[in-house]
């Protein structure tokens, strides 16, 4: 970003370049959350208009293709922030990747969705399973249910190198996976990554922030606001 303001000394606009840079990161951390966002929300609803369901072959082939993209932008989300966290500093990447151990140790779907990208990218895609049952609507009336699930022995039942743990998971899991619920689990832990990122570049910025923020506004108030 250039600075044009002619008013501006040399140090004045590394104050306003600085805030500039710090505010990408926040940005860019942002960008990718909403990359995600919009996939998880495109088979959130796909799942949720039943009438999609209908056709189970059609079903399972467009489920199965937003999965992968869900997947694949959740996969760059969790990179982008790994490799900022690691280029701010040792201590700041530490702490960060503390919080999303937790995450990963702690919940089944975060595990399983994780090693999930690899698998669907090289061995297969992942829901096989939809089943139909006739349920009682508001109204008393009949109507046809559809849930979609992932089958364990599926999975398992490949040559794909799971991690120890997901593959004891898989192997003791008691039958089908919900997908639905599955992938509602996984954008808690994704809203949590966020969360976290977001906490560690304040931790590690507010104070210089703050600073610039001021100087800033010193700034604006000798010279007018500066164009950037």
């Known amino acids: 970003m250039e600075i044009t303001d002619k008013k501006l000394t040399s140090e004045d606009k590394q104050v306003f370049q600085r805030i500039a840079n710090l505010s990408y990161q926040f940005n860019v951390v942002k960008e990718m959350y909403d990359y995600y966002l919009y996939d998880f929300q495109v088979i959130t609803d796909y799942i949720k208009d039943k009438r999609n369901l209908n056709d189970k072959f059609k079903s399972v082939d467009f489920v199965n293709l937003y999965f992968l993209h869900f997947l694949s932008t959740a996969r760059t989300f969790y990179q982008y922030t790994e490799n900022?966290?690691?280029?701010?500093?040792?201590?700041?990447?530490?702490?960060?990747?503390?919080?999303?151990?937790?995450?990963?140790?702690?919940?089944?779907?975060?595990?399983?969705?994780?090693?999930?990208?690899?698998?669907?990218?090289?061995h297969g895609l992942a829901i096989t399973n939809i089943q139909e049952k006739l349920k009682l609507n508001s109204n008393g009336e009949k109507i046809n249910d559809y849930q979609i699930f992932i089958d364990p022995s599926i999975l398992l039942n490949t040559n794909y190198n799971w991690n120890k743990t997901v593959k004891n998971d898989l192997e003791n899991y008691n039958g089908l996976i919900d997908f639905y619920q599955l992938i509602i689990n996984y954008d808690k832990c994704i809203n949590d990554i966020l969360l976290y990122s977001y906490i560690g570049l304040m931790d590690k910025y507010s104070t210089e922030l703050n600073q610039l923020m001021s100087k800033a506004m010193e700034i604006e108030e000798e010279v007018g606001i500066p164009y950037l």
């Open 84 to 122: 900022l966290f690691k280029s701010i500093g040792k201590k700041e990447f530490k702490e960060w990747k503390n919080n999303i151990s937790n995450i990963y140790d702690n919940n089944f779907s975060y595990r399983l969705c994780y090693q999930m990208r690899n698998f669907t990218q090289h």
